[in-house]
């Protein structure tokens, strides 16, 4: 399943030039893809292009049947793909499969919604006029995906823009691009058509801006950093592309007093350590009511130093190595900035023994405003908590922020619940849960976190555009 070759116009290619890929749990290299760059990316734009129109314009059973069948064949060689995306990105090898099964969520979902890209007919404001809306993709897609995930975001972009009748060039993150690959293979095995998807890997700034620069790309869709995101928005300018912006995150995770501790400790833990906390909606920032802080910091202390570090192939390993160690760093930055500044240690605190790459989980106490790991996104195994004393004041610590992806709380009164749920600046709100992920929802961010929708039925409308008809009866 390691292809060490790009996809371009139906042909698996190369160019002589490499980029090593490595397992972060090891260090080791475990293969090469190809170094491409301006020119393949503009040859892939082409195939794009040619491919799409006899894409777009078969009947949308036919699109999901396809759709449907890179699912099947998705979970059936889940364990390959799985123990793939583990050894090039660390995760504990049942995380992998969730995530396989999550990717592969996409492509059946969106197949059933390829055939529900409905038009419209809008009442005229005329005897004599007739309004009418039809739904169009969008054209071809350039899709730029993160390390984290690297099924899932993939998915979650090839998936709808194959549905609604869209050619796509994909760019994955070279720290991760086997299993991105090993999809694109299985989407050609499924009967997508040669030269419809495409996957480059290689320079990101020279492949990038050519999906920016090129105007045949009429939208961008992209994963990752917001520093990056608003290069991407930037450069997308010029030539007035669509796009769609997952990006940073800061999820505050608020326990009122009211709250069953145990289920909000199982939240937490879901939602702070999976991935090792490299995911965009890990909790970041944990707000606890003054009467249950103690209570809180105690019980999720217990739970959490039941969590096994170490290499993702081991069996009962929960949290694996982090990307690389400029990730170790920053969590350590964290940690210490915030102790610096009159933070305490609970829990972890450094490195773990198993690797460079391996952080001990941490929890840190008596945390404040002003402490960098309450402005920044850690993405890394550590928890601080902060007090609070009234509801007003919780909300208005977590809308302090310039980012408004995720947000979890944790409550039992209805008007306390409602009030929270209103009150909170996010795309999306878990409540009493701190999982929140599913392919039915739409997943996105408001403020800095992004532009757009991925998942559910508002996902697809990402990928169409409307053309509105006024006919004018005689
Ligand atoms: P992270 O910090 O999560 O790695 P990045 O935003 O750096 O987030 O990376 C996300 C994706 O964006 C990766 O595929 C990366 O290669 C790509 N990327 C980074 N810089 C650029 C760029 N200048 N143009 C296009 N893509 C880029």
């Given at each position: 399943m390691k292809r060490e070759q790009c996809f371009i116009a139906g042909e698996w290619v190369g160019n002589g030039e490499w980029?090593?890929?490595?397992?972060?749990?090891?260090?080791?290299?475990?293969?090469?893809?190809?170094?491409?760059?301006?020119?393949?990316?503009?040859?892939?734009?082409?195939?794009?292009?040619?491919?799409?129109?006899?894409?777009?314009?078969?009947?949308?059973?036919?699109?999901?049947?396809?759709?449907?069948?890179?699912?099947?064949?998705?979970?059936?060689?889940?364990?390959?793909?799985?123990?793939?995306?583990?050894?090039?990105?660390?995760?504990?090898?049942?995380?992998?499969?969730?995530?396989?099964?999550?990717?592969?969520?996409?492509?059946?979902?969106?197949?059933?919604?390829?055939?529900?890209?409905?038009?419209?007919?809008?009442?005229?404001?005329?005897?004599?006029?007739?309004?009418?809306?039809?739904?169009?993709?969008?054209?071809?897609?350039?899709?730029?995906?993160?390390?984290?995930?690297?099924?899932?975001?993939?998915?979650?972009?090839?998936?709808?823009?194959?549905?609604?009748?869209?050619?796509?060039v994909l760019k994955p993150s070279e720290l991760t691009p086997f299993t991105a690959l090993a999809i694109a293979q299985i989407a050609d095995e499924a009967g997508v058509p040669r030269g419809l998807l495409n996957v480059v890997t290689g320079d990101a700034r020279e492949i990038g801006a050519e999906m920016t620069g090129n105007?045949?790309?009429?939208?961008?869709?992209?994963?990752?950093?917001?520093?990056?995101?608003?290069l991407l928005m930037e450069l997308a300018s010029r030539s007035i592309k669509k796009l769609s912006l997952e990006l940073g995150g800061n999820a505050p995770f608020i326990v009122f007093d009211d709250a069953d501790l145990d289920a909000a400790v199982t939240g937490a833990i879901q939602s702070k350590y999976r991935n090792a906390g490299q995911t965009c909606v890990c909790a970041n920032r944990f707000y606890v009511q003054a009467g249950v802080y103690d209570a809180f910091a105690g019980k999720l202390a217990t739970a959490t130093a039941k969590l096994r570090v170490g290499e993702g192939t081991r069996t009962?390993?929960?949290?694996?190595?982090?990307?690389?160690?400029?990730?170790?760093a920053k969590v350590q930055r964290h940690v210490d900035d915030a102790v610096a500044k009159g933070a305490r240690i609970v829990l972890g605190g450094g490195p773990a023994p198993d690797g460079p790459r391996f952080f001990t989980p941490t929890i840190l106490r008596d945390v404040k405003p002003g402490m960098q790991v309450l402005e920044e996104e850690t993405?890394?195994?550590?928890?601080?908590?902060?007090?609070?004393?009234?509801?007003?004041?919780?909300?208005?610590?977590?809308?302090?922020?310039?980012?408004?992806?995720?947000?979890?709380?944790y409550a039992r009164d209805v008007n306390r619940i409602w009030r929270a749920a209103e009150g909170i600046e996010s795309g999306i709100v878990g409540i009493n849960t701190g999982l929140i992920s599913t392919e039915v929802a739409p997943f996105g961010g408001v403020k800095q976190s992004g532009i757009g929708r991925e998942g559910s039925r508002y996902g697809l409308d990402d990928y169409l555009e409307l053309k509105y008809l006024c006919l004018s009866l005689a």
């Open positions: 980029i090593a890929v490595d397992n972060p749990a090891t260090g080791g290299i475990i293969g090469r893809v190809p170094a491409l760059g301006r020119e393949e990316s503009r040859r892939a734009i082409e195939a794009a292009a040619m491919a799409m129109p006899a894409w777009a314009a078969r009947p949308a059973g036919e699109r999901a049947a396809i759709l449907q069948r890179i699912a099947a064949l998705m979970l059936e060689r889940a364990d390959d793909l799985a123990a793939l995306l583990t050894e090039e990105q660390g995760k504990p090898l049942a995380e992998a499969k969730g995530e396989i099964a999550y990717a592969a969520s996409f492509f059946q979902w969106f197949g059933e919604e390829a055939k529900r890209a409905y038009g419209d007919i809008i009442p005229g404001p005329m005897p004599d006029r007739r309004i009418m809306v039809l739904k169009h993709p969008v054209g071809v897609v350039a899709a730029i995906t993160p390390w984290n995930f690297p099924a899932a975001m993939v998915a979650r972009k090839l998936a709808p823009a194959l549905a609604a009748g869209c050619g796509v105007p045949v790309v009429r939208k961008i869709s992209f994963t990752g950093s917001t520093a990056v995101g608003r009962g390993v929960d949290i694996g190595p982090l990307i690389d160690e400029r990730a170790v993405f890394g195994p550590l928890a601080p908590l902060v007090k609070f004393d009234d509801d007003a004041e919780a909300i208005a610590l977590a809308n302090d922020s310039e980012f408004g992806l995720a947000a979890y709380f």
